[in-house]
């Protein structure tokens, strides 16, 4: 199982990204997903997570700015963020739960890098 982050790039303040999660391979259930981000120096932070019921939670630095969303139909999950600001600087991680039959699993996609310009 793996999962393949894409959308990240260079952006100026004030500008919008949307970042994109595929989880590809043979899975019986996906849960709960998320964003997380780390910035240089820093240590990993969560930044959204949705629920499979579709229940969302943002980190209060994001909030109002970003909207998570998933397609469960396509076993992904997007992370819409607008008006960008230089502190979003970071490497953007989705992280997934799923099931395989009865046993339960986490994963980490590669990354992908914002950078937000002012």
């Known amino acids: ?9 260079l952006v100026q303040a004030g500008g919008s990204l949307r970042l994109s999660c595929a989880v590809s391979g043979s ?16 240590q990993r932070e969560l930044v959204a997570t949705i629920t499979s019921g579709g229940y969302t939670n943002y ?10 969303s998933r397609d469960n139909a396509k076993n992904s999950v ?26 339960y699993y986490t994963n980490w996609g590669q990354g992908t890098q914002v950078t937000v310009s002012s």
């Open 1 to 9: 199982v793996q999962l393949q982050a894409s959308g990240g790039g």
């Open 27 to 42: 899975i019986s259930r996906l849960d709960t997903m998320a964003w997380h981000r780390q910035a240089p120096g820093k």
């Open 59 to 68: 980190a209060d630095s994001v909030e109002g700015r970003s909207t998570i």
């Open 78 to 103: 997007l992370l819409q963020m607008n008006n960008l600001k230089p502190e979003d600087t970071a490497v953007y991680y989705c992280y997934a739960q799923y099931y395989i039959s009865t046993y």
